[in-house]
């Protein structure tokens, strides 16, 4: 199956600071990811999703770029806010369903 | 927006008994549903796809005898750990597919087995 993985387990940025987080994939066959936010004892939340025919997308405060050459693909935050605490999962589609990356904890210092 | 609910939200159980787990779509129908497996600071792991009238279709690993699944109806998916032990304790999330590539999340159930 498709194996997702991120770099970094934890992240601490301050209030206003911009966020990167990142995510590596393995499987070339993927042509959709989705970026899931997860705060503590719930379900994953949309954030936003890209097709591999695209290198860029943005949504309000976030932006996911995808990188197919180095198999990469990032959630840059805008203007983080303590709301934006949480953990960070990109998923991979592969046929159809979806699996998930270790994730990345987004501490906001205010 | 597509709203799944899962029920009970947590349940405590005894070694050796089973636990039924259900996952709702509330205003959509879904034919197929995932079940994920959670442990504490963990990712989701991909447990199986439950598919509307027909069987399950279980992830590598996971063990379709202990973890029965049934999608009876296009709005209800059930996940029942049969003969829990502690080691199956953890948080159990479903998704329902809406459309190609979407799916939304219910909100877990967490299952502690004592």
């Known amino acids: 199956g498709e194996s997702v993985g991120l770099h970094l387990p934890t992240l601490s940025v301050q209030e206003g600071d911009n966020s990167i987080i990142n995510c590596a994939y393995s499987n070339s066959a993927s042509d959709y990811f989705i970026w899931y936010k997860q705060e503590s004892g719930k379900g994953p939340q949309f954030i936003i999703d890209?097709?591999?025919?695209?290198d860029k997308r943005q949504g309000q405060r976030v932006t996911v770029l995808l990188n197919k050459t180095v198999k990469h693909l990032s959630l840059q935050i805008a203007a983080t806010q303590p709301g934006d605490s949480a953990v960070y999962f990109c998923a991979g589609d592969n046929f159809n369903k979806f699996y998930f990356g270790s994730g990345t904890k987004l501490n906001v210092k205010p | 927006g597509a709203v799944v609910s899962q029920h009970p939200s947590w349940v405590i159980c005894k070694s050796g008994t089973s636990v039924k787990i259900e996952c709702r779509s509330l205003?959509?129908?879904?034919?197929?549903m995932f079940w994920y497996r959670q442990f504490p600071k963990q990712s989701l792991m991909l447990m199986a796809t439950s598919n509307e009238g027909s069987k399950a279709t279980y992830e590598q690993g996971v063990e379709k005898d202990k973890f029965l699944i049934n999608h009876a109806s296009l709005t209800l998916s059930t996940l029942t750990v049969t003969s829990a032990h502690p080691e199956d304790s953890s948080f159990y999330i479903c998704?329902?597919?809406?459309?190609?590539?979407?799916?939304?999340f219910g909100p877990g159930t967490r299952l502690t087995v004592l």
């Open positions: 205003d959509f129908q879904a034919t197929t």
């Open positions: 890209i097709r591999s025919n695209m």
């Open positions: 998704s329902a597919r809406v459309r190609e590539n979407e799916q939304f």
